[in-house]
């Protein structure tokens, strides 16, 4: 198979056929890349940063179209997919601060001077999941390029249309076409070449837990530097105490968002049992009230699922056994929908309650007391995201810190900023991205000791 045939989640119409990368083809470009680099870190600082803002403003004057293809591609809805190529605009225009700001440090030593500088690793390579294909692409080419490494990147398989168009428009702003690269193609081939090939000094790496495992097995063959952004099974706890209304009408936006298939969902939701009750009544009407549907209008806050095979396996953890409390709607006929749906499993030791399902299903599940909230909390492997809904500060602050995982939110369910860190804990990840440190993931500190003896 030499091309591959982009399906329409929402209508399983076949968009556009795409081009695979071949193995050969990988080295080629990873050549290329290789050979781009003298020239791309020493262009000035001032003239890098220039460029990534002209790339920043390709992608404003684009936004509408890499939205529509989004929408098309991926089925998200077309807010979304508005807020996301904005993401990879804001993504640009903060990291092209960072070429003048690539400060090292002057520490004090005897006899001489001793100066640290920030060098770029050469190749750096990115391989995007199929849930977010646009921001996640840009978290990690937007510093990568700042920091002077030439990128390669690979899409998702399923997914590539915004990540060739984003190659395009960084083109037309000037980016030279072997400083970023945009490679469709399998992750067994293009992926695994990343891995594999000598020249490539970095893997980027999100999707999921178990290929992120053997991309951090392979790279340790060179000791090539792995950022890992995997999976998730985040706890949304609600104290007796909370805003009870706030926190179940917010509820299903912490889960449903691009059909539940976002690393951060918070699909475990566990609730003070002196609340339970009062919750899942609220709750219900509000999961009743998301309006699932076709992605291109605007009213649309859920799409499909993103293939047939996924909804086979979202489905999978639905039988007419399950505990399903209440579910939410979908369309009927073509596409590749689910509901959104409330499970009240017994325990943690399900899968409902304990596998990251990666759609819209969300584990409703008891607990007594903060110390059993924030162990149930940190049950699983995953330690990514979570929210904590109090009215009392203490509290807040002591489950944040009991939690563990790397975003964490109260009285809300926001995790991503671009300007805030964001990975994981324990098997969520390895690393940061965004924030003002990201750029620090794409260098190599160096240190100069300059004898001052006569
Ligand atoms: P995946 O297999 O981990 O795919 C993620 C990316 O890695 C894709 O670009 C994929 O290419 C590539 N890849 C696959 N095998 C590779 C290899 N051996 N070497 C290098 N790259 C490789 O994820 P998936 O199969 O799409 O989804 C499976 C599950 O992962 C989901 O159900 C979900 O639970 C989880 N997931 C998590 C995230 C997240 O944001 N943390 C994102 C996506 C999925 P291809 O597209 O060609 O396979
Ligand atoms: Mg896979």
Redesign the pocket.
């Known amino acids: 198979m030499t091309s591959f045939a982009v399906i329409n989640p929402a209508t399983e119409e076949v968009v556009r056929s795409v081009a695979l990368t071949s193995a050969e083809e990988t080295d080629t470009a990873i050549a290329r890349a290789r050979a781009a680099f003298p020239a791309w870190r020493a262009v000035s600082p001032g003239d890098r940063a220039r460029l990534l803002r002209r790339f920043a403003d390709a992608v404003e004057g684009d936004i509408e179209n890499l939205a529509q293809l989004e929408v098309t591609n991926s089925g998200h809805t077309i807010g979304n997919a508005r807020w996301e190529a904005g993401n990879v605009r804001d993504v640009l225009n903060y990291y092209s601060a960072s070429p003048e700001r690539l400060i090292g440090k002057q520490i004090p030593v005897p006899g001489g001077v001793n100066l640290t500088f920030a060098e770029p690793l050469g190749v750096v390579s990115v391989?995007?999941?199929?849930?977010?294909p646009m921001p996640i692409a840009g978290w990690g080419f937007a510093p990568a390029l700042a920091a002077g490494n030439t990128v390669v990147l690979?899409?998702?398989?399923?997914t590539p249309l915004t990540a060739i168009r984003l190659g395009e428009l960084a083109r037309e702003a000037g980016i030279p076409e072997d400083v970023f690269q945009v490679l469709p193609?399998?992750?067994?081939v293009v992926?695994?070449r990343?891995?594999d090939n000598p020249a490539v000094r970095k893997v980027v790496?999100?999707?999921?837990t178990?290929?992120?495992k053997?991309?951090m097995a392979g790279c340790a063959a060179q000791v090539k530097r792995v950022t890992l952004?995997?999976?998730?099974k985040n706890a949304n706890i609600v104290f007796a105490d909370a805003d009870l209304e706030k926190a179940a009408a917010r509820a299903p936006y912490g889960v449903f968002d691009n059909a539940g298939q976002d690393?951060c969902a918070r699909s475990l939701i566990l609730v003070q049992a002196s609340a339970y009750d009062k919750f899942m009544e609220l709750l219900e009407p509000a999961v009743k009230g998301v309006v699932v549907g076709d992605p291109g209008l605007e009213a649309t806050e859920m799409g499909p699922l993103i293939s047939a095979q996924?909804k086979q396996?979202v489905s999978s953890y639905i039988s007419s056994d399950s505990p399903v409390a209440f579910r939410g709607s979908a369309p009927e006929g073509d596409g590749f929908w689910f509901p959104p749906t409330v499970v009240t499993p017994s325990g943690l030791q399900d899968p409902l309650a304990s596998d990251?399902i990666?759609g819209p299903v969300v584990a409703v599940v008891r607990f007594e007391d903060e110390a059993d909230a924030v162990k149930m909390a940190n049950h699983t492997e995953y330690g990514l995201s979570g929210s904590i809904w109090t009215r009392d500060v203490g509290r807040a602050l002591r489950v944040s810190r009991g939690v563990e995982a790397g975003n964490l939110s109260v009285n809300s369910h926001s995790s991503v900023r671009y300007w805030t860190p964001f990975g994981g804990f324990k098997q969520s990840g390895l690393g940061r991205e965004l924030g003002p440190d990201a750029v620090d993931a794409f260098t190599e500190t160096k240190n100069v000791f300059i004898s001052t003896e006569e």
Do not use: M
């Not at 391989?127 to 977010?132: E, G």
């Not at 690979?154 to 399923?158: I, R, S, W, Y």
């Not at 952004?229 to 998730?232: A, D, F, K, R």
């Open positions: 391989i995007v999941p199929w849930n977010f690979k899409p998702a398989e399923l193609g399998k992750g067994s992926g695994q990343f891995v790496f999100t999707g999921s178990e290929v992120g053997q991309i952004e995997l999976g998730g690393c996924h396996k990251e990666f």
